[in-house]
Each structure stands twice: as C-alpha cells, then as structure tokens.
C-alpha cells in the first residue's frame, strides 16, 4: 500500500490558518468599502453620512501610516537572511525606529523578486532527483523491517529488544512498547504485513496485561503507549474501521488506570508511578516528580477526551498546566523536579535536558493541539512558551570557543549560580519546537509572504537554525558519526583538552567535548526531529543533506545482523562496543521522523497535525 492512499493526508482534517493572517488597516476598511451593501446604501446618502465617509477616510490614511510590528520584522527578516546575520534581530531597533517615521509602504510586502532571490527560498525538488529521494525512504524503510524483525524473531511481546542476547526484555511495565511504539510508523510506511501482525498482538494480549500488569511509569506509558494506540486508531481509520476500535478501547482503559495518577495526588501534580491492575498511584521513592514528565501528559490526554467525548482525561491533565501557570519561575524556565505533595518546585536545577525538556515543547503543543482555544482559554500557554524562549536566549544561549557553535547550557544552581557548558542530546528537540511555534507549521516562506511572524519569532527561527547545526555537529564531530548522550563546550574561561570526538577532520574537534562517560549513543531521535521539522518549515534541502550522513552512521554503526540495531557504548570509538538494547523510539521516532524527512510535505503537514513527544501524530483539534 502506498502511504499517500492512506486516510491521514491533508484532505480529512478540515484547517484554516485565516486566525493568523494579517490584513493591513487599509485593507480592511477597502475591503468594507467594497461591500454590495455599502455601495447600495451611499447611492442615497445625505449629508450626515457624507461627512462620515469623510471621518471615516481620514481614520483610514492614519492608519495605513503605521505598520505592522510583523510586516517590519518580516521585511528586516528577509534582509537579516541574505546578508546571514544571527538572531539578535533587537541590535538593530534604532534602525528599526527610524523606519518607523518614513513614509507608509503599502502591501504587498515583498516583490516577487525578494522572493525569489533570498536565501530560503529553496525548492529541495529542483536540487534532488525523485529517485533518489524515494531510494532513501526505501532505505530507511528497510531499516525498519530490518529492526522489527529482530524484535518478532527475539522479543515479540516483550517492551525491548537485547539484539545481541537475541531475548526481550521489560523495561517499561510489559504493555509490549515496541509493538504499539512502532504501529503508526508501519502505518505511514505502508507495511501492510507489520502492521497486521502488531494489530493482532494487540487484539489478543493487550487488554488483558493492561489489567493485570503491575507498576508503570505515568509519563513514559502515555507518550509511548497511550500515544501509540491514539495515532494507531488515528491512521487506521477508514479502512480498517472496526480493527482499529480495538486501539481506542484499549487507550481507554489504559488512561482509566492512569487517571489514577492525578486523583490520588493531593495537588495537580500526578504521581509519577501507577500499578495498572490496582488502579492506584504513589510517588516515586525519591517523593518527587520530574517537571517533564508531569507536563507532558496533556496531547494525548485531551486527544482521548475528544475521541471519547469524555472531557475527564483533558481535564485532569490540563490541571497540571492550570498550575504551572501559577508557580515562579526564573524568566519563564523551571526547575527540574516537582512535589505532588506541595505542589511545589524542587531544588534550582534549570536545564532543557533530561527532566525539563518536553515541559518546553508541550507548552507550545498543546497550544497547537487545539486551534479554536488559542486565544482565549489557553493562550495563557503561549504566554508561557515565549517567556521561557526569551528565558532560554537570554540565561541559557551562548557560543563556543573557537569556532561559534551556538549552544544551549544548564543553570544547574540556579539563575544567580554559575553556567554549565553542558548539553544533553535531549535538547536537540528545541530546534523543532521554536521553527513550529515560530511559523505554527506554515512554511517559513509562507508565513513571511503572508505576514505573521513577529520580531520574537523570526529570531526563534534564526536561532532554531544555529542549534539544529549545532546538534549536528555533534555527531559530525565524532569517529562513528553518531552523537554523544552529552556534549560540553568549550568557552572563554573553562575549556578542558583531549576530551574530543575522535573526528579529526572536524571544524568543530576543539569546540565540543566529549567525557567519558557521556560517550554513549542510545539511537535518540531529538536530532532527526528537529531536522525534519525544519526541512518542512525552511524547505533549505541541507537539513535533507545531514539526515542522510546520520541514518548512514546509524546504519554502519549500529546495525546486528541478526536482526535489530543496538546502543553503543562509545561513539568515538572504533570498531563500536554495542550495548545490546534497541529502544523503543528507535522505531517509534527515530526511524519515522527519517523516513518523512525524504518524504512528501503532504503527509502529515505541520499545520493540521501535532506530533506527540514521542513523535506520534495526532490531528489538530
Ligand atoms: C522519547 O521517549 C521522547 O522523545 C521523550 O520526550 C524523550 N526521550 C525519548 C527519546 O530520546
């Protein structure tokens, strides 16, 4: 089957992007003007109405003497991209001032020209040839295959695959996670056979280990297996309507139990841990819970309330942002852990890795999710989201040393303790995250062509750019190709030598530095996410370019022939040490986001769908 027949393409889900099109004053009052209406009413005008047309047009002139912040930005934007400048866009606002003060320049902002000459406005199908796009999909296609038939052969029904050991392992509860993990992404593929055989574990075992299985963890079992069913049921509509129900009715008893989570918790903020079969929830042994996982629960939460017209799930998830809205903060960033029992932030810990990271992505997301509350009810979200950006660029950006690779570090005490030059593969989500609440999904072109992207967002575009080069360089930099689980960098003040990737060819061998025990590769996705995203958003075919240099390491490095790939334990070291275990997300993400990055624009746009953390679509409400 091939995954442009299949039911998820733009046509079923019905998006309107009028809300954040700008039109200028003096098109709209043009636009009144030219209204049947008013033409039949001022053939009988009388002098009243006379000098109101009069009042009315001199309103119109002030008007149309002032410009829109966006379409200023939008023109500084085009001109910041052709003479390559970074995203400090606000160096220049006595510029910016004096501009203000000439005279009006009516729309259309750009000249087909500008267009047609700047810098991004490049059509990846000119430079590519067609076959060569879809031999890349098929390859990534056939590491797909490749990695679940090691998890059928070794592991099937098992949460992971050990490819070495050639046995499963329950990592995760139990719940089969790969299975559910890796069905949509068998979906878009078009893997008629995979997806069948995955649907038909489901149909016989799922239920019955959601209702027996023991503990599981709260956030991992929802973007991993409740997300999984959701997108599944999603994708699977249509022409396999009464199999997929068995998705949804298994995500409703999966999120019944989960709910347990947040109703036994004092405060908004759920317990971390849940046993299935009890229905009930207690904390993790340390008390507290990580400030990602709580806030990231609310996608697939509120999905399942829409499916089921049951507002329950929404509701209690959407408490837990409800209430982050309500605790300090250090300009918009979190500390990484929370109390369920206080409610309240734990330790100083500010970071966008591990424990912080998808509180920043699902700010945004949620935000997304549901089209016809953004202004009103959760705009607060937005609010939350630009905060924590303007945070991010000013406590936590900064540059390396010698060559300027832009990089985000930690305030591990705090905003008033010292900067940590340290950056967890985990944070290469953000590049995705700011092109997508820069342009909403729109392409970068169009947004600029049509208006609506503001000063702050124009600058999130620019500096999502820098950082998906910067997470790519850290796998450039290293023998194998692959990325490291944590780079430092080397800034004025604190550099530390020998530690490098083992690439010596690199430009950037002296800026990234590599401990030893950072040094392991566990097939993350967070790159590959970002650069899809921002292929789709920037249309700039390099981000095409360095996802093939990545699935080729991932291929040559981690790649057992029995079936499966495997996380190292060293990625600057050759030949490779395999840790025996293939991640869920390696299928569920990794592969995915690969295989639509040399895809079609069509499946899956940006605009009408948001993926889950966990890189499951879900249509926009
Ligand atoms: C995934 O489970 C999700 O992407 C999560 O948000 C972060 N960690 C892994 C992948 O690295």
Same mark, same amino acid.
């Given at each position: 089957?091939?995954?442009?027949?299949?039911?998820?393409?733009?046509?079923?889900?019905?998006?309107?992007?009028?809300?954040?099109?700008?039109?200028?004053?003096?098109?709209?009052?043009?636009?009144?003007?030219?209204?049947?209406?008013?033409?039949?009413?001022?053939?009988?005008?009388?002098?009243?109405?006379?000098?109101?047309?009069?009042?009315?047009?001199?309103?119109?002139?002030?008007?149309?003497?002032?410009?829109?912040?966006?379409?200023?930005?939008?023109?500084?934007?085009?001109?910041?991209?052709?003479?390559?400048? @970074?995203?400090?866009?606000?160096?220049?606002?006595?510029?910016?001032?004096?501009?203000?003060?000439?005279?009006?320049?009516?729309?259309?902002?750009?000249?087909?020209?500008?267009?047609?000459?700047?810098?991004?406005?490049?059509?990846?199908?000119?430079?590519?040839?067609?076959?060569?796009?879809?031999?890349?999909?098929?390859?990534?296609?056939?590491?797909?295959?490749?990695?679940?038939?090691?998890?059928?052969?070794? !592991?099937?029904?098992?949460?992971?695959?050990?490819?070495?050991?050639?046995?499963?392992?329950? @990592?995760?509860?139990?719940?089969?996670?790969?299975?559910?993990?890796?069905?949509?992404?068998?979906?878009?593929?078009?893997?008629?056979?995979?997806?069948?055989?995955?649907?038909?574990?489901?149909?016989?075992?799922?239920?019955?280990?959601?209702?027996?299985?023991?503990?599981?963890?709260?956030?991992?079992?929802?973007?991993?297996?409740?997300?999984?069913?959701?997108?599944?049921?999603?994708?699977?509509?249509?022409?396999?309507?009464?199999?997929?129900?068995?998705?949804?009715? !298994?995500?409703?008893?999966?999120?019944?139990?989960?709910?347990?989570?947040?109703?036994?918790?004092?405060?908004?903020?759920?317990?971390?841990?849940?046993?299935?079969?009890?229905?009930? !929830?207690?904390? !993790?042994?340390?008390?507290?819970?990580?400030?990602?996982?709580?806030?990231?629960?609310?996608?697939?939460?509120?999905?399942?309330?829409?499916?089921?017209?049951?507002?329950?799930?929404?509701?209690?998830?959407?408490?837990?942002?409800?209430?982050?809205?309500?605790?300090?903060?250090?300009?918009?960033?979190?500390?990484?852990?929370?109390?369920?029992?206080?409610?309240?932030?734990?330790?100083?810990?500010?970071?966008?890795?591990?424990?912080?990271?998808?509180?920043?992505?699902?700010?945004?997301?949620?935000?997304?999710?549901?089209?016809?509350?953004? *202004?009103?009810?959760?705009?607060?979200?937005?609010?939350?989201?630009?905060?924590?950006?303007?945070?991010?660029?000013?406590?936590?950006?900064?540059?390396?040393?010698?060559?300027?690779?832009?990089?985000?570090?930690?305030?591990?005490?705090?905003?008033?303790?010292?900067?940590?030059?340290?950056?967890?593969?985990?944070?290469?989500?953000?590049?995705?995250?700011?092109?997508?609440?820069?342009?909403?999904?729109?392409?970068?072109?169009?947004?600029?062509?049509?208006?609506?992207?503001?000063?702050?967002?124009?600058?999130?575009?620019?500096?999502?750019?820098?950082?998906?080069?910067?997470?790519?360089?850290?796998?450039?930099?290293?023998?194998?190709?692959?990325?490291?689980?944590?780079?430092?960098?080397?800034?004025?003040?604190?550099?530390?030598?020998?530690?490098?990737?083992?690439?010596?060819?690199?430009?950037?061998?002296?800026?990234?530095?590599?401990?030893? *025990?950072?040094?392991?590769?566990?097939?993350?996705?967070?790159?590959?996410?970002?650069?899809?995203?921002?292929?789709?958003?920037?249309?700039?075919?390099?981000?095409?370019?360095?996802?093939?240099?990545?699935?080729?390491?991932?291929?040559?490095?981690?790649?057992?022939?029995?079936?499966?790939?495997?996380?190292?334990?060293?990625?600057?070291?050759?030949?490779?040490?395999?840790?025996?275990?293939?991640?869920?997300?390696?299928?569920?993400?990794?592969?995915?986001?690969?295989?639509?990055?040399?895809?079609?624009?069509?499946?899956?746009?940006?605009?009408?769908?948001?993926? *889950?953390?966990?890189?499951?679509?879900?249509?926009?409400?």
């Amino acid at each position: 089957m091939s995954s442009r027949t299949l039911p998820y393409s733009s046509k079923d889900v019905d998006y309107d992007n009028a809300k954040f099109r700008y039109r200028s004053p003096f098109k709209v009052v043009t636009q009144a003007f030219s209204t049947n209406s008013i033409r039949h009413d001022c053939g009988r005008c009388g002098v009243g109405k006379f000098l109101m047309l009069l009042m009315i047009s001199g309103l119109t002139y002030l008007m149309v003497i002032h410009k829109s912040p966006s379409q200023l930005a939008s023109r500084r934007f085009l001109e910041n991209t052709t003479t390559g400048d @970074g995203y400090h866009v606000k160096e220049r606002i006595g510029k910016i001032g004096r501009f203000l003060q000439k005279p009006p320049r009516l729309p259309p902002q750009f000249s087909p020209d500008d267009i047609k000459n700047s810098s991004w406005n490049l059509n990846p199908n000119k430079l590519y040839d067609k076959s060569e796009l879809m031999s890349r999909q098929n390859q990534v296609k056939e590491a797909f295959i490749h990695a679940w038939s090691g998890y059928r052969r070794y !592991a099937m029904g098992y949460d992971e695959l050990m490819p070495l050991s050639q046995k499963g392992v329950d @990592g995760l509860g139990g719940l089969g996670a790969t299975i559910i993990d890796s069905l949509d992404t068998a979906m878009i593929m078009g893997l008629n056979e995979i997806v069948s055989e995955a649907t038909t574990w489901v149909e016989k075992n799922l239920m019955e280990r959601i209702n027996r299985k023991g503990h599981v963890n709260l956030f991992e079992t929802t973007i991993r297996v409740l997300g999984g069913l959701l997108s599944a049921y999603h994708l699977g509509r249509g022409e396999h309507e009464v199999k997929s129900k068995v998705f949804l009715d !298994a995500a409703k008893n999966l999120a019944d139990r989960l709910l347990s989570a947040f109703t036994s918790s004092p405060t908004p903020i759920p317990f971390s841990d849940v046993v299935l079969s009890e229905r009930s !929830a207690h904390a !993790a042994p340390d008390g507290l819970s990580s400030t990602s996982e709580v806030s990231t629960l609310q996608l697939e939460f509120n999905y399942l309330s829409k499916l089921y017209g049951d507002p329950r799930y929404g509701l209690e998830a959407m408490k837990v942002l409800e209430h982050f809205k309500t605790l300090p903060k250090v300009e918009g960033l979190v500390p990484i852990y929370i109390s369920p029992y206080s409610g309240q932030f734990s330790g100083e810990n500010i970071r966008l890795g591990s424990r912080g990271d998808s509180y920043y992505e699902y700010l945004i997301k949620v935000w997304i999710q549901q089209k016809d509350s953004r *202004n009103n009810q959760l705009k607060y979200l937005h609010d939350m989201y630009e905060e924590a950006m303007k945070g991010v660029k000013h406590l936590l950006v900064r540059k390396s040393t010698p060559k300027e690779l832009v990089f985000i570090g930690e305030l591990p005490y705090g905003s008033k303790g010292s900067f940590s030059p340290k950056m967890d593969h985990l944070v290469c989500f953000l590049p995705g995250t700011l092109a997508l609440g820069a342009t909403k999904g729109l392409t970068k072109r169009k947004a600029i062509e049509l208006n609506l992207l503001t000063d702050e967002e124009l600058e999130n575009l620019s500096l999502a750019e820098d950082l998906a080069k910067t997470c790519f360089e850290m796998y450039s930099v290293t023998s194998t190709g692959l990325a490291p689980e944590i780079a430092y960098f080397n800034i004025e003040g604190n550099s530390e030598h020998g530690l490098d990737g083992g690439n010596k060819s690199s430009e950037y061998v002296n800026d990234i530095i590599i401990r030893p *025990n950072d040094r392991h590769n566990l097939l993350r996705p967070e790159t590959v996410e970002s650069l899809f995203v921002l292929h789709r958003i920037t249309q700039d075919p390099k981000y095409r370019e360095w996802g093939w240099k990545i699935f080729q390491a991932f291929e040559k490095h981690t790649k057992v022939d029995s079936g499966g790939y495997s996380s190292l334990s060293d990625v600057t070291r050759i030949p490779t040490h395999k840790r025996d275990k293939m991640e869920t997300f390696f299928l569920g993400e990794t592969l995915k986001y690969l295989y639509l990055l040399f895809g079609d624009d069509d499946i899956l746009p940006l605009d009408k769908y948001v993926f *889950n953390t966990e890189a499951h679509p879900f249509p926009i409400i």
